[in-house]
């Protein structure tokens, strides 16, 4: 079941909002204040934010933009003047789409699901269940355990393969070294969670074009790692 956060003051705007996606089959979550939704937006799994503009503490503008820093799922911006949406475009906060108020319920619905399908196909594209993932210049065959860059193949060891294999084939999810750690290491008792950073690094000294700006695994301060989309 498809989640979304709904980040809006007006409780009456929310709950609305909220009883049409849940007739819809989307399972729905309320943030009435602009700091507690961003929280919840960067440390819960949602599949598609709806975010007011105005909002006490910290606003839609922020809150978008600071979301787009680590996550590329769909945010749907809610916004009671017209003008608004041009300062949207204007700033580039990465927003999927605008909705101004009043709008009508079904049409809100309608934009939830045209953009969480949209979504779902870019990743289901980038995560089939076939034996080569390809993504920009990288090429990775899971069966013969290869990896090209730029047509050129790579050598990876065993874990760093494993490693880059786990990234790519989750693209744009935040993984912790702890996280890592366990998925590629599993119960050897060989190593900690530093293992996965000295990993991460010999992986960019192959696939990257420049190791100072990561275009592929990108770090995420304080967090961990993603493989950007
Ligand atoms: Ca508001």
Request: aromatic content about 8%.
């Amino acid at each position: 079941m498809s989640k979304v956060l709904i980040v809006e003051d007006e409780i009456a705007i929310a709950e609305l909002e909220k009883d049409y996606l849940e007739l819809s089959g989307f399972e729905v979550e309320i943030e009435g204040s602009g700091k507690d939704g961003l929280t919840r937006a960067l440390t819960e799994e949602f599949d598609m934010f709806i975010l007011d503009l105005m909002l006490p503490g910290m606003d839609g503008f922020e809150i978008c933009k600071k979301i787009r820093e680590v996550k590329n799922t769909p945010i749907l911006m809610v916004s009671a003047k017209k003008d608004d949406i041009d300062k949207i475009r204007g700033l580039g906060l990465g927003a999927d789409d605008y909705i101004t108020k009043p709008f009508s319920p079904s049409e809100l619905v309608a934009r939830v699901k045209a953009h969480l399908a949209r979504y779902e196909r870019l990743i289901g594209s980038n995560a089939q269940e076939n034996d080569i993932i390809e993504i920009r210049g990288i090429k990775i065959d899971k069966t013969a355990r290869r990896v090209w860059v730029n047509e050129e193949e790579k050598p990876f060891t065993t874990k760093e393969f494993d490693l880059l294999v786990f990234l790519a084939q989750n693209p744009n999810h935040v993984f912790t070294k702890e996280e890592l750690f366990k998925e590629i290491w599993d119960m050897e008792s060989i190593g900690d969670i530093a293992t996965v950073t000295v990993h991460i690094k010999k992986i960019r000294e192959k696939i990257e074009m420049n190791t100072a700006k990561p275009q592929y695994i990108e770090t995420i301060w304080g967090v961990g790692y993603r493989f950007k989309l």
